[in-house]
């Protein structure tokens, strides 16, 4: 390549040589001096309802300190646009993430939310994408994908739960007035730990007069819902029961109906299970043995591997010994139908890449975090992991808290971040979602918290169960159907 031609790419331009990208432009100009150029690009994709026209913007956004101006941080993001129709009503706008807490926002891009989807290793158009009915916006926290710290030293301001809210909130504020988009409808979308950088983010935002119209819990629970370890401990146990259906390892009687089976394990749950864990303490041997025999009845195992002390499975225990200790069938984490890790595709991560850097056209040559590997200097102490730098500052980690954690359960209580904003905001609307399968989360456990804060509050939650696991729209009919929800979800929430 020339060095002209290197110079126009540094620039964003469009290049003979790219033949196959899109037309790329400069965005608006920096709203001040030394700001990153945002890449610009017009698209195209089909959908049964015919074509549909939209705008990509990629780039870097600066976190500034309020007080000084000084750049803490860069948030990489990317934007997908489509220009309303003459007089019609500002379109909503939904800011998207996956959890972590450090990942960055790739899947719910690239697999559910974005016009564009990946299938094994190429994309194709998604006729289901949300981008029908909002403007998105996915953006990766600060050390994950293209996002970066301004210097080594701010990184610790990013990498806990309170500065990942207060940097998420400053990045939709500016983002916002940068792309003139105050006027649209606000939405936050969050996967796993996401929903808690929903919850926390949104009551930021409602304390600072900013209105959030709805946001959408993914595989995440109701954070904030403040329920002690026995009600986590007994509302997993409905997916065990139907990962134990689908493995067909329960009893003949519960394996004739899984409607019936589950009814009757929430039912057992709620009425039996969860009131002995409360008071496991006074229970006689033969309560604990009862207890014990009906669980291991109800998760598809022998009853020895049930502890008659704790009544509880671990989700570590339960995944691993689930086909008799054999570490070639452990559960799968994250979708308990299936057996190991998921594996990507040949080519997965270099299509995510081509992606970005082709048809996105934000050619840096700045590795992707978790996509792929940068340089390291050789000497000097081993590097850490983001999550093992992770500091959840918003309470005290406490030994049981820890004990829990090491067991496989979630990370330490969150807050009621969100339910003090919808008090606050009593317009604000809550999609939740989870996945039957997934082994992190619970569809019966999620009504129970949807229902437990005041009637006011409680009526503005949405729930929804799917067939799928943590990642449910891997599932096709599961993604169809989510997509119509959202989408249905939006329209009511944003008074479309």
């Keep these: 390549m020339t060095r002209s031609h290197r110079r126009l790419a540094a620039l964003g331009l469009t290049l003979s040589w790219l033949c196959a990208a899109p037309a790329l432009a400069q965005g608006p100009a920096p709203l001040m001096a030394g700001d990153e150029p945002v890449i610009v690009a ?69 697999e559910l939310l974005g016009p564009r989807r990946i299938e094994g290793n190429h994309f194709v158009d998604n006729a289901e994408t949300l981008l029908k009915t909002t403007d998105l916006v996915f953006m990766d926290p600060i050390e994950t994908g293209f996002s970066r710290p301004e210097k080594p030293e701010f990184a610790d301001e990013f990498l806990s739960t309170l500065g990942d809210f207060a940097a998420t909130a400053e990045f939709i504020r500016a983002w916002r007035i940068r792309f003139d988009a105050e006027r649209q409808p606000l939405f936050l979308f969050g996967e796993s730990y ?42 997993y146990i409905p997916a065990r029961t139907a990962a134990a259906f689908y493995h067909k390892r329960l009893a003949p009687d519960l394996m004739r109906d899984r409607a019936a ?57 339960y995944l691993t010994g689930f ?26 991560k270099a299509a995510i890449l081509d992606y970005l850097r082709g048809e996105i056209g934000y050619r840096t040559d700045m590795p992707y975090v978790e996509l792929e590997e940068g340089y390291m200097p050789v000497h000097g102490s081993a590097r850490r992991t983001t999550g093992e730098r992770w500091n959840y500052d918003h309470t005290d ?88 929800d959202l989408e249905a979800f939006i329209k009511e929430a944003s008074g479309r």
Excluded at 43 to 69: C, F, K, M, Q, V
Excluded at 70 to 88: N, R, S, T
Excluded at 271 to 280: D, I, N, Q, S, V
Aim: charged letters at 20%.
């Design 261 to 317: 089976t589950l009814k009757a394990v929430k039912e057992w749950v709620a009425k039996t299970y969860m009131p002995a864990l409360e008071h496991r303490d006074k229970l006689s041997d033969a309560e604990r043995e009862t207890v014990a025999r009906d669980l291991a009845r109800y998760i598809g195992i022998p009853a020895e591997n049930v502890d008659r002390k704790t009544l509880v499975v671990s989700n570590r225990a």
């Design 323 to 348: 086909m008799g200790g054999d570490k070639k069938t452990v559960l799968n984490t994250y979708d308990m139908r299936k057996i190991g890790p998921d594996v990507d595709a040949p080519g997965y």
């Design 42 to 110: 017009q698209h195209r994709i089909s959908t049964p309802a015919g074509p549909l026209d939209y705008e990509t913007r990629a780039g870097r956004l600066p976190i500034r300190n309020a007080e000084t101006g000084e750049v803490h941080g860069h948030v990489f993001f990317v934007a997908y646009v489509v220009k309303p129709a003459p007089d019609a009503p500002p379109r909503p706008l939904m800011f998207a993430w996956n959890g972590g807490p450090t990942a960055p926002a790739v899947l719910v891009q690239t």
């Design 397 to 484: 980690i406490t030994p049981e808290m820890m004990a829990h954690m090491n067991a496989g359960g979630g990370p330490p209580a969150s807050q009621p971040w969100l339910q003090n904003a919808m008090r606050q905001d009593s317009a604000l609307k809550v999609f939740v979602a989870a996945g039957r399968y997934d082994s992190y989360n619970m569809c019966e456990g999620n009504e129970t918290m949807t229902a437990k804060p005041e009637p006011a509050v409680a009526a503005r939650f949405f729930d929804h169960c799917y067939e799928g696991g943590h990642m449910m729209y891997r599932d096709q009919p599961t993604r169809l159907q989510l997509a119509q």
């Design 194 to 235: 996401g929903t808690w950088r929903v919850n926390g983010t949104t009551e930021l935002l409602e304390k600072h007069g900013i209105k959030v119209a709805g946001d959408v819990l993914l595989s995440g629970g109701v954070p904030g819902s403040l329920m002690p370890f026995e009600f986590t401990d007994a509302y």
